[in-house]
């Protein structure tokens, strides 16, 4: 029996691919595990569908972060730390506190996960600091540190 596989299945083959199992096999373990349907013309067309409707979303998906990555890049955000003996920053910025900083300041909910900082911000100035809207797409938020 032919069987798409919807998922990866060791030592049988990939998400897509198209295998030949024999019939128990894929009676018994294959259809009611859900990990691949019978390789018929109507089940290949509405795989070809889904496909085609996956990447719509995607490019779509991508175009969206593309925009909000444009948006981003204008706008910058201050947030302001205590200063300690001879204007040194006591304490330090951290993502959270940048993400709370957007969530107030310019009234976008980004997670804290998105932001790519390394470690926290312990100077003054401006810093950029990039955040990761989608897999191909960053953006660069300036972030200025005052002391307060």
């Not at 596989?5 to 990939?14: H, S």
């Not at 128990?24 to 089940?43: C, D, H, M, Q, V």
């Amino acid at each position: 029996m032919d069987i798409v596989l919807l998922e990866d299945v060791k030592a049988l083959g990939k998400k897509g691919q198209i295998v030949k199992v024999n019939d128990g096999y894929a009676r018994n373990f294959i259809l009611p595990k859900k990990l691949g349907i019978e390789a018929t013309t109507k089940n290949l067309n509405d795989l070809k569908l889904q496909k085609a409707n996956e990447a719509k979303v995607l490019a779509e998906q991508l175009d969206a972060a593309k925009e909000l990555a444009a948006k981003i890049g204008e706008l910058s955000i201050t947030l302001s730390i205590r200063a300690g003996e001879g204007g040194r920053a006591f304490g330090s910025v951290s993502g959270k506190e940048i993400s709370q900083a957007i969530k107030s300041q310019l009234s976008m909910d980004i997670d804290k996960k998105k932001l790519v900082l390394p470690e926290p911000l312990k100077t003054f100035g401006s810093h950029e600091v990039p955040i990761k809207l989608h897999k191909e797409v960053t953006a660069k938020l300036i972030v200025k540190v005052v002391e307060s």
